[in-house]
């Protein structure tokens, strides 16, 4: 699979970092490799765990110009994506499994400007998006059962990542995006990226090591290198 750096899309997961701090902690992201920010959105109901809403993410857009990508972990989502669409981020992924009207939802973020997101649970199968990928600019292959941060990652999530490319391709979507998210380090992203995906979520691999910058390029070297 060629892919070069400019295309690898790094979005650490701001709930592994301290988030009484990440409003300065974010200031000195360089966004060079730091291409976006994940943003985890957990209601405990479709999830069991709470996390933040819209008020969170107001507040943090005053430190960062990065883009943000934002992940809703939330039942039946057209119920609040109005609230979320406000901040005009770069991506908002929703889950196959938290609602009956997905292609609706996705369909609104891409009205509004925004770039739209699928999500699937490793419980669900792939092809449960192909009849909706028309209306995806990404699709994200959940790596864990959602829910924290730091669990490790499920090896079965390549073998989906490249059954998905493949159909990315032959059914000619090429751009459509894949986003893999969960347990991702150092150790296992050259896989992942060789499978096919590009955007890359890393939450305690990254914030573990203390250096943000650092770590998102020692995970980009992993990749490519
Ligand atoms: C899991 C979240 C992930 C998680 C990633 O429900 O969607 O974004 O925070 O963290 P790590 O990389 O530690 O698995
Ligand atoms: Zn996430």
Do not use: W
């Not at 989502?77 to 997905?102: D, Q, W």
């Amino acid at each position: 699979m060629s892919m070069n750096s400019k295309s690898l899309i790094i979005s650490p997961s701001i709930i592994a970092g301290d988030l009484s701090t990440i409003g300065r902690d974010v200031a000195g992201f360089d966004n060079t490799v730091i291409n976006m920010l994940h943003m985890d959105v957990m209601d405990g109901n479709f999830v069991p765990n709470l996390t933040f809403g819209p008020g969170f993410i107001k507040n943090l857009k005053n430190h960062t110009n990065i883009p943000l990508d934002i992940h809703l972990m939330i039942e039946k989502p057209e119920n609040s994506l109005e609230k979320y669409i406000e901040f005009k981020p770069e991506y908002i992924t929703i889950h196959y499994e938290s609602t009956r009207f997905p292609a609706r939802s996705l369909k609104l973020i891409r009205e509004n400007g925004i770039k739209s997101g699928i999500a699937l649970n490793p419980a669900t199968p792939v092809e449960s998006v192909f009849d909706l990928i028309e209306y995806c600019d990404m699709i994200l292959i959940m790596s864990v059962d959602p829910g924290f941060y730091g669990q490790s990652f499920m090896t079965g999530a390549i073998s989906r990542i490249r059954k998905l490319k493949e159909y990315i391709i032959s059914a000619d979507f090429a751009d459509v995006k894949i986003q893999v998210d969960g347990g991702i380090s150092e150790d296992n992203i050259k896989e992942v990226v060789s499978a096919g995906a590009e955007v890359i979520v890393a939450g305690s691999s990254l914030f573990k090591g203390g250096d943000i910058n650092q770590g998102a390029l020692k995970l980009k070297k992993a990749a490519l290198g």
